[in-house]
């Protein structure tokens, strides 16, 4: 199922900034392509407010190879990311927790076996782009595309957000310590600003702290149109 409804309106913009997200630089130069799970455990360890703080998301780190990030190896079990000196660390956050999650400068993680030496950090506000993208919603490896549209679309909905134009890409998994998550992309697009910032701010679905539910703006219509069809 695909919702596409086409409008000539202008988006609305909007200043709130009590959500935003903290980049850090971090040195590192590998990571296991699904450290969603070892990630968000390594940065529990060192914040133990994370997992009782309601607007806190953890985004994934994509590596250099992948272009924009969209573009990740297949392999899950073997494959690796390459990263770069610009590759960040980005959590997402309360404004008045920015101060708490600084503390984590200068510390260093261990993902999965791999080292990652963390830096300074830069506060970014939430972009008000009228389209914006999900690499990872939960689902379930039984809910099919039409179900899987239907009930993201509900929750929007709920959010007070009308869903205009909307895309999901096909299913992938993330390991845990028990079974795995599954995950579509989603990109919704034609949105008034102040539903965009809303969206960004409250998430969609669970797993926020193993990089699902994260919107982030995209610049256009096309290039996540391809996406979707493709790689998560």
């Given at each position: 199922?695909?919702?596409?409804?086409?409008?000539?309106?202008?988006?609305r913009h909007t200043a709130d900034?009590?959500?935003?997200?903290?980049?850090?630089?971090?040195?590192?130069?590998?990571?296991?392509l699904d450290h969603a799970y070892d990630l968000s455990n390594a940065l529990c360890a060192e914040l133990d407010w994370i997992r009782e703080e309601a607007h806190v998301g953890i985004h994934l780190i994509h590596g250099a190879e992948s272009g924009n990030g969209w573009q990740r190896p297949e392999d899950t079990m073997q494959d690796v990311l390459q990263l770069s000196k610009r590759t960040r660390l980005t959590l997402r956050l309360p404004k008045e927790?920015?101060?708490?999650?600084?503390?984590?400068?200068g510390k260093e993680l261990r993902i999965d076996g791999h080292s990652l030496g963390v830096g300074a950090a830069t506060v970014k506000p939430l972009s008000s782009?009228?389209?914006?993208?999900?690499?990872?919603?939960?689902?379930?490896?039984?809910?099919?595309?039409d179900q899987f549209s239907a009930r993201v679309a509900a929750e929007l909905e709920r959010m007070g957000v009308q869903v205009r134009k909307l895309l999901c890409g096909r299913t992938a998994q993330f390991k845990t310590s028990g079974q795995p998550?599954?995950?579509?992309?989603?990109?919704?697009?034609?949105?008034?600003?102040?539903e965009s910032v809303r969206v960004q701010q409250t998430g969609l679905g669970t797993h926020r702290i193993m990089g699902c539910g994260l919107f982030v703006p995209h610049k256009g219509i096309r290039p996540v149109h391809q996406l979707v069809e493709g790689e998560i």
């Open positions: 199922m695909q919702y596409w409804q086409e409008s000539d309106e202008t988006p900034n009590s959500i935003v997200d903290l980049s850090f630089r971090i040195k590192c130069k590998t990571l296991p927790r920015v101060t708490d999650a600084q503390t984590l400068t782009f009228d389209t914006i993208f999900a690499r990872y919603v939960v689902t379930s490896e039984q809910q099919d595309e998550v599954f995950v579509k992309s989603v990109m919704l697009a034609d949105m008034e600003a102040y």
